[in-house]
């Protein structure tokens, strides 16, 4: 499988017969010889200002309970290590401030995958996302489209895999218009996403089964082989992060992993040779400090885009927004919604701009609250190819209650794509399935054993 191991930066020596479990025990056995427990991550951390529990304790001794909870199986974990790992929102603020080199974020990440398997915050997460997503893919697209985002591919050699991930399949109309750029760059790609070939996130961090979990990444990577990429190209920074940090270097691949804004920006002459249509906005753009360099690239390539103005740049924690991102440190977040809006409903703002799945559907809801219009940037770069971007077929459910009405509206969809549900079914569930509420272990009714 490997074609330029070399490419890989190996923190551990990589054993493709090292289970996900062992692999985890090896990275704690390294952590614990390098972390000095010196409280620098703790200090660096936005979301600690804003816990009571946390602020009150001393740095050094929230580290030294994440890493005595990781040692000794039978201890309870100290409450504000516990606050911490919980309300980590993956900013990343803490991996420069670490004198040792760790990576503090993937250090609380693992712990958190250790706290899921001691706890089961959220059982049967994986089957209640699928179900949602599923349902939520049919509600929307017709079935040519849902095959196109869901149905596994034949192998063959393409240049890029453009991997959707799960979650972002609930928003289908950026997935479209980032497929519309990579057609009009003429690269050779196959799509691959869904859950079908989930990164292993859910299973591993979210579940706390780590066997299981690295077996799903372990065969999504061996899936992304078969096509021979020399780039997978990820939409969702939870897939990137999980992929090239939290587990890297767990199996050897032969090509890169990268967030697709970093291939646009290395094409961007090429993209700005095609542009031919002006976008006369004036916009703000909404980024996430978590994978900064997001949102760097996104503002490069709307500086490219004629007509259209970047008047001001919002940078929020986390990683991106929703339950796996900012929403987990809800007090930071609320602090820093308050000043976006501020800026998201100045006279000189035509339009927010999101950048990722869950973002855009957070901005969205608040955007029909404050009266302020979120567009992707996906959407503007296809208006600037002279395209008419993919529909946003969720708009039409935002915002509503009226689950009922929802679920008739859907059904004709539903049946074309062959979802069985009732419409007192589907009504009881879309008020959980339009929260993600899987994600605090609702969604139960799509749990078989509960
Ligand atoms: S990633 Fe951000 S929220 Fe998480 S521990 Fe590091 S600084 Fe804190
Ligand atoms: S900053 Fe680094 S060395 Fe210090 S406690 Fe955090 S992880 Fe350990």
Redesign the pocket.
């Known amino acids: 499988m490997a074609r330029d191991a070399a490419r890989i930066p190996m923190e551990n020596q990589t054993d493709s017969r090292l289970s996900l479990d062992a692999y985890v025990a090896r990275s704690w056995e390294n952590l614990f010889d390098a972390c000095t427990r010196c409280g620098k991550?703790v200090e660096?951390?936005?979301?600690v200002p804003f816990v009571a529990e946390l602020k009150q304790d001393d740095p050094q001794s929230v580290v030294a309970g994440v890493l005595d909870y990781m040692v000794d199986q039978n201890a309870p974990i100290r409450q504000s290590s516990s606050l911490?790992a919980k309300?980590?929102?993956?900013?990343?603020?803490?991996?420069p401030a670490c004198p040792a080199s760790i990576n503090?974020?993937r250090m609380?990440n693992l712990a958190n995958a250790e706290i899921a398997r001691r706890t089961s915050p959220t059982p049967h997460l994986f089957h209640k996302m699928s179900r949602a997503i599923r349902i939520l893919a049919a509600m929307q697209l017709v079935p040519a489209d849902v095959a196109r985002l869901l149905r596994p591919r034949k192998a063959r050699d393409v240049d890029v895999v453009f991997y959707t991930g799960c979650n972002a399949i609930r928003t289908p109309s950026l997935l479209f218009n980032a497929m519309s750029i990579l057609d009009a760059l003429d690269v050779n790609y196959e799509v691959m996403g869904g859950p079908a070939s989930c990164c292993g996130i859910v299973k591993s961090k979210w579940e706390g089964d780590l066997s299981r979990g690295g077996r799903v990444t372990e065969q999504t990577l061996h899936r992304f082989g078969e096509f021979k990429p020399e780039r997978v190209l990820n939409w969702c920074p939870s897939c990137q992060i999980h992929l090239t940090e939290t587990v890297r270097d767990y199996r050897e691949v032969s090509f890169d992993i990268d967030h697709i804004t970093k291939y646009l920006i290395e094409r961007k002459d090429d993209l700005r040779m095609r542009f031919n249509t002006a976008v006369n906005l004036r916009v703000l753009l909404h980024t996430h400090h978590g994978v900064p360099q997001v949102g760097r690239d996104v503002l490069e390539l709307l500086q490219a885009v004629p007509g259209l103005t970047v008047v001001d740049v919002v940078e929020e924690p986390g990683y991106m927004c929703g339950s796996s991102g900012a929403d987990r440190?809800p007090a930071l977040k609320q602090h820093h919604r308050a000043i976006t809006l501020d800026r998201c409903k100045r006279p000189d703002v035509d339009a927010v701009v999101s950048l990722y799945h869950a973002c855009h559907r957070n901005l969205c809801a608040d955007g029909s609250t404050h009266g302020f219009k979120v567009v992707s940037f996906t959407e503007l770069l296809v208006r600037a190819l002279g395209q008419e971007p993919f529909a946003d077929t969720m708009e039409p459910f935002q915002g509503r209650n009226d689950w009922h009405t929802i679920a008739r509206e859907a059904a004709p969809l539903l049946e074309e794509n062959g979802i069985d549900m009732d419409e007192e079914q589907l009504a009881a569930a879309l008020p959980e399935i339009f929260a993600m509420a899987e994600y605090k272990g609702g969604l139960c009714q799509f749990a078989p054993d509960e």
Do not use: K, L, T
């Open positions: 991550c660096a951390c936005p979301v911490w309300q980590c929102n993956g900013c990343e603020a803490c991996i503090p974020r609380v440190s």
